[in-house]
């Protein structure tokens, strides 16, 4: 629904509570009869054309949405990164460029677990891996080479620039978890 619609449906759902309270308060005794009376009859004589517009546009914006209900609604296109080659444009998803990433983080000796986040921004492409480690690894070793592996593979894989290669070490394995789950597998 575009920013028109939202807006004229506001406005619609707002004199359409107007009208239901009137409605409820002149039903259930709240309001007098006597207040409603010149209006009505003004509108039943045809004498005033205000009543006759309120209420056409009151249809017309009615038909509006009710057909719109019934418009088929275009595919929702996955947001990705878009390239223009000879032949024509390619738009790789965000989900493809953070499986890349995730399967080259998972190469690399001492990741455990990771959360991946990509974002296509105007200055650049980032991927920021959120990891936990096993312990064992040097950070500064392990974080490098997380960085320069998950950049050269989607680089090389999807042809996509990386800009940045954000790292976040949110957790160390405690080393006899990690032990005894080593033996297990």
Request: hydrophobic share 45%; aromatic share 8%.
């Amino acid at each position: 629904m575009n920013l028109f619609d939202r807006f004229i449906l506001t406005i619609y759902s707002f004199a359409l509570i107007i009208l239901s309270c009137i409605a409820i308060a002149a039903t259930s005794g709240l309001i007098s009869s006597d207040v409603f009376r010149p209006y009505m009859e003004q509108m039943l004589s045809g004498t005033n054309l205000a009543y006759l517009i309120v209420a056409i546009i009151f249809l017309v914006v009615s038909l509006r949405f009710f057909f719109s209900s019934f418009r088929r609604s275009k595919p929702k296109v996955d947001r990705g990164i878009r390239q223009r080659s000879d032949l024509g444009e390619v738009n790789i998803t965000i989900q493809t460029i953070q499986t890349i990433a995730e399967r080259a983080a998972r190469r690399v000796k001492g990741v455990r677990d990771m959360k991946t986040n990509v974002k296509a921004l105007e200055s650049g492409n980032i991927i920021s891996l959120r990891v936990s480690v096993d312990g064992e690894t040097p950070l500064p070793e392990l974080t490098q080479k997380l960085q320069q592996d998950v950049k050269d593979q989607v680089e090389g894989i999807a042809g996509v620039v990386i800009s940045e290669v954000q790292v976040v070490v949110t957790e160390v394995a405690q080393q006899e978890n990690y032990a005894a789950r080593k033996r297990v597998e």
